[in-house]
């Protein structure tokens, strides 16, 4: 695999590296050696896959609070997405900002998400699915989420939102939540792990 760490410390692109031969290719999709040798979370306590019937429906932004934060590997095996990571690390230099990048199955590269990040996707094509590796299982008293469009993100999608979720919809604006989820999101002293901690 090939690890490329995005501008958000700790959130990385993992490419594949393909063995191919006249009857196709093999590739390793997940290795605790290598994920602990860049500083990631090895962890996989669940995996999920996600189908999404239509292009433009966008599902997010969606995280859990501390202590059950969760990493997300991310890859999509069938169409293509837009794949969106928001830092809402309080201490982190690039707090609220956030990166992109296409998921798709020709090349299926793979984001890493780090804990105490958002997450998010909107379908590029019809019929798309989506694999995910989590760090910790879902714990719904832990969860949270931030509108798709919230003006305090400035996230750009590529297309209208053809389909968003009642909940997706509904969660409230940052600006209303900003205290305690920067409160929530907090690391002290002994707690959280190196993966999710900015330098």
Request: proline share 6%; with cysteine; aromatic share 10%.
């Amino acid at each position: 695999m090939r690890f490329t760490e995005t501008e958000l410390a700790g959130a990385y692109i993992v490419d594949l590296e393909r063995f191919e031969d006249e009857r196709g290719f093999f590739a390793r999709t997940f290795c605790a050696d290598e994920f602990t040798a860049h500083g990631l979370k090895p962890v996989v306590a669940q995996t999920n896959l996600s189908f999404t019937k239509k292009a433009g429906t966008l599902r997010g932004m969606h995280f859990q609070y501390p202590p059950a934060g969760e990493t997300k590997l991310v890859r999509c095996l069938r169409g293509a997405v837009l794949d969106v990571i928001v830092d809402l690390r309080p201490e982190s230099p690039t707090f609220l900002k956030h990166t992109a990048v296409e998921l798709n199955e020709d090349t299926l590269r793979a984001i890493y998400v780090p804990e105490r990040f958002a997450h998010g996707h909107q379908s590029l094509t019809n019929g798309t699915l989506l694999s995910y590796h989590m760090g910790a299982v879902y714990d719904r008293a832990s969860e949270g989420g931030l509108r798709y469009d919230d003006a305090a993100l400035g996230i750009s999608w590529p297309r209208p939102a053809t389909e968003v979720s009642r909940k997706d919809s509904s969660f409230a604006p940052y600006v209303s939540i900003e205290e305690a989820l920067r409160t929530r999101m907090a690391v002290t002293p002994g707690s959280g792990s190196a993966a999710s901690r900015a330098p």
